[in-house]
């Protein structure tokens, strides 16, 4: 009978163990991925690493890299469904984080660091997200992040193409 009862307690630590992995995070990625050392812009989940760049089957492009005061550009991830994303803006100059994103459907911004991200776990089959330019600035910007097809398969450091 102990026997017993040890392997269903360890059972049930098991199935609370593995909900809790499957489930981190569903809102979004935290803020603190924005500063890891490192690893900027990658998600901490355990062993999993971060496939090539060259394939992700998505399409993450931008209405446009350049901007002016108070200018809005939109970025889209589209392509394979895909469970989540985490995208910064940056200026093309200097690398720093630079806008702010509009809160969107489904979205959660970190405004620390000029980053959207998911905002529930369902899948999604296209995103569009609206970066607010700086009020008094022009310049060039680009699109840098995660998207995510599942907690352990994600591709990151992509940078959205600008459509033309």
């Not at 017993?4 to 049930?12: C, I, S």
């Not at 905002?119 to 997200?129: G, I, R, S």
């Not at 840098?144 to 959205?160: F, N, P, Q």
Request: net charge negative; glycine share 6%.
């Amino acid at each position: 009978m102990a026997f017993a009862t040890r392997n269903l307690g360890f059972g049930v630590l098991v199935v609370a163990s593995l909900t809790l992995l499957a489930d981190c995070f569903p809102d979004g990625a935290p803020v603190d991925v924005c500063v890891k050392p490192n690893k900027t812009n990658e998600p901490n989940h355990g062993s999993a690493v971060s496939q090539p760049t060259n394939t992700s089957p998505y399409t993450f492009a931008a209405s446009s890299s350049e901007y002016g005061p108070n200018s809005q550009i939109s970025v889209t991830i589209s392509g394979s469904p895909f469970k989540g994303f985490f995208i910064q803006a940056r200026d093309q100059e200097t690398n720093s984080w630079i806008g702010s994103w509009a809160q969107t459907d489904n979205t959660n911004t970190h405004p620390e660091c000029s980053a959207v991200t998911h905002a529930d776990p369902e899948v999604k089959q296209q995103a569009t997200l609206i970066w607010n330019a700086p009020p008094n600035a022009h310049g060039r910007v680009y699109f840098t992040g995660t998207i995510l097809k599942e907690y352990a398969t994600y591709w990151s450091h992509l940078v959205a193409t600008v459509n033309h």
